[in-house]
């Protein structure tokens, strides 16, 4: 992956499979302490000790069209490539958790990317399922949480409309450009 | 700035396109694949070029959807058409400039192009 929201994307899309109905994103970059850390949780189906245990091993997957499964392994080396961390905590029927911390400055860490394009996708993978996603650049945050926009577009309007993901995406893009002061 | 007041604006103006956008039997569906494989081949751009390309030419007969990993990750990225009452086409190693030319061709125009076809990437 060439950036680290293309694997917020990727990990997403394990919440959406797990048949999450609320997924919770927290991006904190926090410079003064050189750390960039990913958090991604959902209220899905969750994982139980003997899968979780074994869950970062790309020989482990769900699916059936191949042996493999990349995702959360990709993500873990990602991080831990920094000198940075990962963890991920499951239960069964509860949901599942995940949190990966990059060194800021490691000369091995992705750009973040395009975090608004990646919400948007996940929006439209599913747009019945409600995401919070929270940035925070320092002390600068800001939240969106889709629940509001439901509340504005009504029951008639879909997530999934293009004009409204179109309208979510720059939201989200100038959001982030408010709060990291322009340069990201 | 983007407010919330601009997605009013937007709520009033889709709501009449909303009725145009049923899925029924008449729609083009579009299918992206959006595993590990075709996210780290660049599905996302794929995925916005074709959602921005529907918006811009305000195209009401299609939807798009995503799925996962197809089983061919070695051409992903992969994007499925159904056009009604016709074969799927699958399109592969798509980027942002193809995606859009597909949905120009191929959603608007129900040409096939066949360059980006499985069926072309198989005989190479």
């Known amino acids: 992956m060439v950036e680290i929201s293309l694997h917020v994307l990727d990990i997403v899309q394990n919440s959406i499979k797990a048949g999450a109905s609320l997924v919770e994103i927290i991006i904190d970059e926090n410079v003064a302490d050189n750390l960039l850390t990913i958090t991604v949780s959902d209220n899905g189906c969750g994982m139980d000790s003997e899968f979780l245990s074994d869950v970062t091993n790309p020989f482990r997957t769900t699916r059936t069209t191949r042996k493999v499964g990349l995702g959360i392994s990709m993500f873990k080396s990602a991080a831990e490539l920094t000198g940075g961390s990962f963890e991920i905590w499951s239960e069964l029927g509860k949901g599942t958790g995940l949190r990966a911390a990059f060194v800021y400055d490691s000369i091995d860490r992705q750009p973040l990317g395009d975090m608004a394009s990646t919400m948007s996708t996940v929006i439209h993978a599913n747009p019945d399922i409600d995401y919070v996603y929270t940035h925070s650049y320092n002390h600068n945050t800001f939240e969106f949480d889709t629940r509001e926009i439901r509340t504005v577009l009504g029951s008639e309007i879909s997530l999934s409309q293009p004009e409204v993901l179109k309208w979510i995406e720059n939201y989200i893009k100038n959001e982030i450009e408010n709060i990291c002061g322009g340069a990201i | ?124």
């Open chain 2, 1 to 124: 700035m983007k407010s919330l007041a601009e997605l009013e604006q937007i709520r009033k103006q889709t709501l009449a396109k909303v009725n145009l956008r049923k899925e029924d039997d008449d729609s083009i569906r579009v299918v992206v694949g959006m595993a590990t494989c075709g996210i780290a081949a660049g599905a996302r751009p794929v995925m916005k070029a074709i959602m921005d390309e529907i918006e811009k030419r305000n195209i009401s007969n299609c939807y798009v959807t995503q799925t996962g990993c197809i089983g061919l990750c070695r051409l992903e990225p992969i994007v499925e058409v159904y056009l009604p009452g016709s074969e799927k086409i699958t399109y592969v190693k798509m980027d942002a400039d193809k995606a859009a030319k597909i949905v120009n061709e191929t959603i608007v125009n129900g040409k096939v192009v066949n360059e980006y076809t499985i069926g072309a990437a198989k005989e190479n």
